[in-house]
């Protein structure tokens, strides 16, 4: 069964990658493989503890207020801002990557200022929208809110709805600083001292995964 | 170490001629359209039907599942890797459907038993609210010959 094979038996010769990536690319993928998980297991838990209850809050109802609009009641559109704002800086960063490719110095520094305004963008609405359910009496532990059918509510949804978007909003600052970092980096000709862009492709990888995190995190609060 | 230099530099060379600006802003067009859909049915549509939540959380689902395969194989390019490389990233992801369907099961099992062996709890967390008007009760009914 098991073969017999000389200790020192090498497999693979060199030469070209078996994944015909680069190794910190590789290994940015396996390190999102293990934070997808993370927030995979924090929103499955939401959805565990959602499941055993017998009522929860309506979305329509607890996000439906838009900066300086007053009293107007407009479910989901500044949610939805927020969510064409990720999108829009994840095209600017995949813009980012292209001009790397060319060799294009300005084109990178361009497109990745673009990427970290809209970071703070999404930072900046996120800030508001706290601070505006603080202002409603919500925070961990306190829950002003009634479920749909008016029912009292438990502290469950503001507690997991604020430790999972500052989770991901934690990620989304993470990925702002080393937008930043990237981009005094090509500033001062690293990159292009190097020969290629490739840092900026694996910090891109890092800002979609924040994207796609996004993308479900909106699904499991404000859609469902 | 010469020959790993040599092989970013060969990889380089080849992506350069494949990288495609359009079908980036396609990928955001259809990112975009797909939100705008949600949105549109959250906001408007899915509100008035309240009995039949279940059948747009599905609808949700499908378009979340869309928007994901079209980041992680566009933005995050991993559908032009080759095809060992997509395999690890793919199979340990498919851990995902025992992990959502065992504990959300989980859940609702928990909700079961819970209700019936905790009568106090069951009247506590179904007994609404004094003096606090159910929001959404009066649209929650189906109106009799409402289309759907």
Redesign the interface.
């Known amino acids: 069964m098991a073969q017999a094979v000389p200790a020192n038996q090498k497999w693979w010769g ?10 910190g690319k ?1 290994m940015m ?1 396996y390190f999102l ?1 293990s934070d ?2 993370t927030f ?2 924090f929103l ?2 939401y ?9 929860w809050p ?1 979305p ?2 607890v996000f439906s207020s838009f900066p300086f609009a007053g009293s107007m009641h407009m ?3 500044f949610v ?1 801002l927020m ?2 704002i990720l ?2 800086s ?2 600017t ?3 980012a ?2 001009a790397g ?2 060799m294009d110095k300005k084109g990178v520094m361009k497109y990745l200022f673009f990427t970290i305004i809209g970071g703070l963008m999404f930072l900046g609405c996120q800030a508001w929208e706290w601070t505006h359910l603080h202002h409603e009496g919500a925070w961990w532990g306190r829950n002003p809110f ?1 479920n ?5 509510s438990s502290t469950n949804f503001t507690n997991f709805f604020f430790t999972i978007t500052g989770f991901h909003g934690f990620h989304v600052f993470s990925g702002v600083i080393i937008n930043i970092v990237m981009l005094i980096m090509t500033w001062r000709g690293v990159f292009e001292r190097r ?2 862009y ?1 840092m900026i492709e694996k910090a ?2 890092y800002w ?2 924040v ?2 995190v996004w ?2 995190v ?2 499991c609060f ?3 | 170490m010469a020959n790993f230099e040599t092989t970013t530099q060969t990889e380089q060379h080849s992506e350069e001629h494949g990288f495609d600006t359009k079908a980036i802003w396609r990928t955001f067009w259809i990112l975009l359209v797909i939100t705008c859909i949600e949105l549109v049915v959250g906001m408007f549509i899915a509100p008035h039907y309240h009995p039949y939540k279940l059948w747009f959380n599905i609808l949700y689902i499908i378009f979340t599942a869309a928007k994901a395969f079209y980041i992680i194989a566009e933005f995050m390019h991993l559908r032009h890797e080759i095809k060992n490389m997509i395999m690890t990233i793919a199979v340990p992801a498919l851990l995902f459907i025992w992990f959502i369907a065992a504990f959300l099961w989980d859940g609702n099992s928990y909700k079961h038993l819970r209700n019936n062996y905790d009568p106090h709890h069951k009247e506590q967390t179904t007994t609404p609210v004094k003096n606090a008007p159910a929001h959404g009760e009066h649209e929650e009914l189906p109106k009799p010959g409402a289309v759907h």
């Open positions: 060199g030469g070209r990658s078996p994944f015909n990536v680069e190794y590789l993928w493989m997808a998980f995979g297991a499955i838990s959805g565990t503890v959602r499941f055993s209850s017998n009522g309506d329509n109802h479910p989901l559109v939805s969510t064409f999108i829009a994840s095209v960063m995949v813009l990557v292209g490719h060319a009634l749909f059918d008016g029912t009292p020969g290629h490739l891109g990888l979609h995964f994207d796609l993308v479900f909106f699904t404000y859609l469902f």
